[in-house]
C-alpha cells in the first residue's frame, strides 16, 4: 500500500491498512477532523504491530532557504522534538478513541537530513519527551510505544526492505518551493 | 608549514601521498590506519634530526625513538613484504623537500634535501596528557632510559617544549598582540585559569581574563580601544595554586595549548605545524567548540593544522564553524583499508558531507541499526 506525503512516496508491501492519518479535507476518506490535535501523517496496521510514521523533507531540492531556516532552527532548539512528541500523543488519543489500538506501536520517521549523524540523537530526543519520559513507573502494566526512530532515505530502506521509500520525480513544471 | 608527505614502504603505507591545506587538516580513520604514524612521520622530517652532517644516524634514532620498534633499529620500520626501500620525503612549502631512504636490515637513513638550514619544526601533542608529566621527564637528574622505555619522543619532546622559559607572561602577551588577544583568554576562561611553571612543575591558577575597566585606561588609551581590540587582564580568583594533578584531565590538554602559546613554542606564523593527535580524548565534548573555535583562530592567524580525530563533535564543530569569507580552509583527510590488498589508501576532501568511507558516521549508522533490530525484529524486513 502506497501512501504519498508531497515528494516522498513509502510502499507498505506487507500493511493490512495503512492510512493517511492526517486527513483534513472533509470529502476524502478517513476525515480526521480536529484541527486542534497534533497528527501524524501516516498510521499503518501490520499483522504484528501499527506504525506511526511522520515525514518531514528538508532535502527536497525545491525546498526554499527560508523553509530550512525554521526547519533547522526549529530543530537546534528543541520544538521539532516538541512537536514530534506532540504528533504522537495525539495520535495515540485519537487512535485509542476508535479503539484501533489493539497491537504494539512503533514510531518511524522519515526526515531526509544529509547528515545521518544527527539521527539517533534526534530519535533519543523525541523518545526522551515521550512518556514516560524516561522515567521507570513501576505502576505501568503497558508502554506507549515499542520504538521511536528518525530515518533518512537511506538507512530506511536499509532497515525496512518491505517498506521502500523514495523521492517521486514531479513532472517538470515551473521552478516552485515546498514546505519541508 | 608542510605541503606534501609521502611515505612509501614505511610502516601502515606501502605508497600514501598527502597534500595538505595550509589550514586546518583533519585525519581520520579507523584505528589501525596508521594516523599517528603518519603525524609522527612529519614530527620527524620536520625537527632539527633532519638537518646537519649527523642527519643520517640522527634521524635513524628519532624514528626510533618516535616509533619504538623491537628490535632498536630502524630497518623494522620498512613495510615488510614489500619491495624496495622504505622512503619518508616532505615537501615545504617554501619548497624545501627532505627525503630520508633505508633498507630492511639499515641502522642509518640516508638524508637527502635540495636546501640548506632548517625548517620549523612541528610541534606534536599526543593523546595522552603532558603537562603533568613535565616534573618528572625535566628532573634535573632524570632516570633516562626508564623514561625512554617509558615514553616516546613524542612526549619527551612535548615535556621539552612546555618546560621552555619564555615570555611567560601571557597577559603582557596578550595586550601586545592582538592575535593573542582572541585565543588566549578564550582558552582560559574555558578551563577557568591558566597553568604556570613553578619550580619545575605546572601549577593551576584559578581566575579568569576579563575585559579591563573602563576607568583604569587614560583617554588616549580609550581612544585606542576602538581601534585596537578589546583589552583583557586576567583576575586570579585566589591566590592559592592547584598542583596540576588536581585539575581536570581535560584540562591540561587545553592548557598545553595555552603554555606553548605563552612560551613562544607555538607561534602562528613563524612555526611549524602543529600536530594533535585525537584532541577530543579526555575532553568533556562541551569543551569542544571552544578548542575548535581557537584552533581556527590560530589558523587564521598563520598556524597550519593536522589534527588525528576518531569525534564527531569535533568534525562537526569544524564544518559548522568554518568561515570561509574569513579564509578558513579545512581539508579532510581519509584513511581506509583496502579490503583486498589490506593497504591504506587516503582520499582528501574540503567538504565534510563529501567525507567517504566515514568511519564515525557508519558508527551512528550502526548504532541505528542496532536499534531497529533490537526493538522491531523482523518488522519491515
Redesign the interface.
Known sequence: MKLRERDLEIDFTDAINAIVFDQMKVDQPNFHGISQMHRVDFVVELETAILFVEVKDPGNPKAQSKGLEKFHGELQNGTLSDTFAAKFIDTFLYRWAEASLEKPVHYVNLVTLEDSELLPNFSDEIARKLPPMGMSVPRWKRQLFENCQVFNIELWNASFPKWPASRLMPAPTAPQGVDV | MISKLHLKNFIAFTDLSIDFSPGINIVIGENGTGKTQLLKAILALSGPEAHGDEADKQLAHKLCRLYHPLSDQVGELRRAGERGEAMLSATLASGHEITAQFSGSATVVKVSTNAQGEASPAIFIPTKEVLSLVRGLTAEQPDLPTIERIFDDGYLDLANQLAKEGTSDLDAKVQLDPRFASIVPRLTNLIGGQYLLENGRFVFEAGRYAEKDAATRSKAQHAQMYQDSTEWKFMPDSKQRLSCGMTAEGFRKIGVLQRLLSNGSLNPGTSGPLLWDEPESNLNPKLMKDLVLALLELARNGQQIILATHD?VLL?WFDLLMDKGKGDQVRFHVLSRDTDTGQVRRDSMDDY?AIEPNA??DT??E???A??AR??GD???
Do not use: D, E, S
Open positions: 564527531y562537526k558531507l564515525i558516521a551512528f549508522n548504532l541505528m541499526k536499534q531497529v526493538k522491531m518488522l519491515g524486513k
